[in-house]
């Protein structure tokens, strides 16, 4: 959910604590024997250790593989994982979801919204519907890669402080992300670009000014609901920084497990102004609950557009294509124009 397409960089290192790649699974594992006596649209676990959520919204082409993986790669009893798919009133949803039914039977729990609300309103339907104490956010383009969830859990049942469990980010199941964590959007740009790429090379995660990836994380579901679940204001973008502030002032622990991963499949996505706009109102919308005024965020974002600027006019400089060099300029003068 982070912007500025460039800091994506792959960085090109294994996956697992830096040892050995993810080992994706790509033939479909429908699960086995359904729990007996149970709705298949109902689904859900009578004693469920995990609820994953997967808000979904035109997602038919990334749905299958998610859940494929995420079955493929449980490590906790299949019976005590609920997994619960939130169809945010997608047009496809009539061809994918009895589709889903069928494959996975009561395995998944299809909760249909009345409305697209957006990311954060998809989510607390999910959430409202979960009977598990710790709560799986999903995205449905992130494909786990490795067995995930009986550490993270162990996490949670070893620190009543802990409060979100975050993992490694993957573009591939060699390459490494650089949005594994960033820093937090009230920080200097500029420092906030450097640290955030710093640490992220190091696996080096500073839970007092930084937050975890939004494409996939564990929360506690009672301090989440304590702290008002995602704020339904924000239609998409900038919730993680916005959830972590809020989760700190409960006196809840971030933590990053680097040795933990799954693949986030953004590598393909194409640089959009309209979309980074939009990213920004987000931000702003944030920064400005919390405290920071409108004019210093917009500043901050100019800084870190500055730096994307430089490296692409660098790579003009040196021969190398710079793509984004006009996106960026366009993007500088919008945000100049808004301090």
């Known amino acids: 959910m982070k912007h500025f397409s460039e800091t994506t960089r792959a960085q ?49 082409g990334h749905l299958f593989p998610c859940l494929d993986s995420l079955f493929s790669h449980a490590d906790i009893p299949l019976e005590r994982l609920e997994v619960i798919v939130v169809d945010n009133d997608s047009p496809d949803g009539p061809e994918v979801y009895p589709r889903v039914a069928r494959l996975y039977g009561n395995r998944v729990r299809i909760v249909r919204n009345s409305r ?19 709560v799986m956010i999903m995205n449905p383009d992130v494909r786990l890669c490795m067995p995930v969830m009986d550490e993270a859990l162990r996490v949670f049942a070893s620190d009543s402080s802990a409060g979100i469990v975050g993992m490694t980010q993957m ?19 500029y420092l906030s670009v450097f640290l955030t790429a710093l640490c992220n090379r190091l696996s080096l995660f500073l839970p007092s000014c930084m937050h975890l990836s939004g494409a996939c994380f564990f929360i506690r579901k009672d301090a989440f609901e304590r702290a008002s679940l995602f704020d339904e204001r924000l239609f998409m973008y900038a919730e993680e920084d916005d959830i972590s502030r809020r989760m700190r002032r409960l006196g809840m622990r971030l ?62 400089l040196i021969g190398f294509p710079a793509p984004l060099l006009d996106d960026y300029v366009s993007f500088a003068q919008w945000l100049k124009q808004r301090i």
């Open 12 to 60: 090109d290192t294994p996956c697992v604590a830096d040892t050995a790649p993810c080992v994706t699974d790509t033939t479909p594992r429908v699960p086995d024997t359904p729990l007996h006596g149970q709705d298949a649209t109902r689904g859900g676990c009578t004693q469920a250790m995990l609820s994953v959520i997967i808000v979904a919204y035109r997602s038919g």
């Open 116 to 134: 697209n609300g957006g990311y954060g309103q998809g989510n607390n339907v999910g959430i409202a519907a979960a009977t598990a104490p710790v």
């Open 171 to 189: 573009l591939s199941a060699t390459r490494r992300s650089t949005n594994s964590f960033c820093c937090t959007n009230a920080m200097n740009g």
């Open 255 to 316: 933590v990053y497990l680097p040795r933990l991963a799954y693949i986030h499949l953004t590598e393909q996505r194409a640089f959009s102004l309209k979309a980074e706009q939009r990213v920004v109102e987000s931000i702003v919308y944030v920064n400005e609950k919390h405290g920071t005024p409108p004019s210093r965020t917009y500043l901050n974002e100019l800084r870190k557009v500055r730096v994307m600027l430089l490296r692409q006019r660098l790579r003009k």
